[in-house]
């Protein structure tokens, strides 16, 4: 094998890697179920266990000495079973090879590996997060569902009354954005980045084609000066006016949509900004309405009368000892 090549992209060491495991795995198996079987239920399992581990864990391997080392081992190991499980074996040989397997599997340090591969075994398959960005049903349906019910808000510490938190409507190199919250997400950061380079592209094409234009009129004068008394198809700068006029639609076009886009978000920062308002003012008499309640309760406790006059029905508090 080339020593440039790593040894697990390197395609005949790829074969003789799944090779071995896959006749690993099938004498495994034939020594529990086939008509000489010898292992019981768990101890395939454990067996099955370690042969998976031990490829796992030499996946990476690049030294040819211990590439050598574990592949040897491992014909050793297939051996050993074929040894045991094959009627063609003598007895001694075949009750020799079933010795060494089970006492392989019997040994401390094998015993604790098991202990260990067993439980991550049981355990379920750890789930990583999905690193690309969210996928709505359809553009912007997140942003169609503000301002979000009271209902829908999760407090900042557990056990509290959530409160809303108002976007921010912010400028984001010409592009109209709202701010939910810090840090930017990493998916918001790289489309606004998108946007901006694309209109960077944009503007340096229309200086392009200025310069295009200046020197296609110089080609035009000169192409009035040879061919006198001809007509004229096409001129230059014909050709890059109309590129001109083209990257300077798409300009405009984006920037209308960001108007319109801008005047949708100020109407979600208002309807938020209300919302807050509303539940800010109820917590506030939630609040004075507790106050008043323990209030009562004090001057109650204390022996005094709680009275009510008047039509605004303002409280007048009168002692019993008088």
Known sequence: M???????????????AIALYRALLRQTYAACDGPLAFLSHEQQIDLVLLIRHRFRHNIHLQSRRLLAQVFNHGWDALDALDGAVSSSTSPELRAHNKSRIIAHLSQSNTASLLSRLRTDFSSPPRRHPD?????????DAALKRRPLPFENLRPRVPGTIPRRHVPVLINANKFPMLRFGKPQPQALGGYIDSLTAQRGRRWTRVEEYEQHM?????????????????EKDASWVTAGKMSLAEVMGAI???????VRRAKWYLQIVDAEKMKADEERKERVMQRNKKAWERKRERYKAEGKVWLEQGTRKVPRLESTKS
């Open 2 to 16: 080339p020593r440039f090549l790593v040894p697990r992209k390197h395609g005949p060491h790829r074969i003789a």
């Open 131 to 139: 690193p690309r960005a969210p996928i709505f049903p359809a553009p």
């Open 214 to 230: 200046k020197l296609g009129s110089r080609e035009d004068e000169w192409d009035g000066l040879v061919g006198q008394g001809k």
């Open 252 to 258: 405009s076009k984006r920037d209308e949509a960001s």
